[in-house]
């Protein structure tokens, strides 16, 4: 028997911090929920022993820390293996030096983007010349475009701060129906997160063992949402199979225990070219107050909408089964869209991204995607396979 493993953000940040001093401002950072939120309290200081980064074993998680619950969790020889090279429609994606490097002749963005008409009903059945794709204001002319339901790698961030005892429940009970209704192939892993993150289950497309991973969270202490997912957008880039990424994260509240600020986060979520972060705020009952629940909404709908996910806010705890089917059912009837950059790798800097949709017999149709990214120099590391997509 193992014991939980807490996830190492210190890494993570790290990079954050180093990238936040060679840009000073970002889309997210112009954004009011992002001007309005200051830098976090310091989270407890963790004892070094138990947060090195793990730089030479295929699993970016620390040392196991002692709990007082050991819980099984997940062996290093166990790891998800990927493959050394991997073909993609614009080159070659090769693992060097534990990281996933590009080598192609263009530089080649890829989208997840889903379509929702006036009515607000998912619009799936569009053909490529329905769609305009635009790069800091200038046309793009698409490469690629594929609409199928691709498997994805899916990261569960559940809170389990105190606040959250009560909900738990009906959480655990939509956690499992979103991935009974997931792609077969889709792999996913759990994640608790109060004032530190621990993974409660690797990657698996087993029911059994993600219930089994929902019974070892139990619910105290506060809310590192930032640490979390900056921890958790880190975790995919480097163990995930599924190149489509997402990220689902449960809470009822406001981050009060992070290191990291929401600046920070989306700031490294962009520049890992990461996952797409769908939330569901639990945002009612009478310990939350109105000005917290309105600050948490504009917190949880910054961080989806500059990822291209989406934000979901349910009145009591039936409806959060319906959300997750409904965010399953996003992610499976989504179009992707390559295209190549008219901006040299060279050109540095953030890069926003718009796509629009126009067809015969739909009217205001909205494309939801992420709002940009920054760029990959040629043979240098890609977040995520392949170069520019989740």
Known sequence: MHRRSKI???LGLGAVLWGACLVGHTAAAQTPAAQEIAAQSPAAQRPADQSTPLKDTPQAVSPLTVDTDPVPSPDAETAPVIPKAIPSESGV???EEGRFVLRADAFEVRLNASVIDGSGRTVDSLPESAFRVFEDGVPQTIRSFRHEDLPVSLGILIDSSGSMYDKRAAVDAASL???????????AFLVDFSSEAYIDQDFTNSIAKLQQGLSYIKSSGGT??????????DYLSKNAK??????LIVTDGDDNASSATLEQTIRRVQDLDGPAIYCIGLLFGTDVTHAEARHSKEVLTELAEQTGGAAYFPHALGDVDEIAHEVAQDIRTQYTISYSSTKPTSQGGYRTVRVEAKEKGFRNLQVRTRTGYFPHAPGTAAANPPAGGR
Do not use: G, T
């Open 224 to 233: 590192a949402l930032y640490d979390a997912v900056i921890a958790s957008a």
């Open 177 to 187: 129906d979103l991935v009974k209704l997931s792609n077969p192939e889709d792999e």
């Open 242 to 247: 599924r190149s489509k990424q997402v990220l």
């Open 8 to 10: 190492n953000f210190w």
């Open 93 to 95: 994606i090769k693992k």
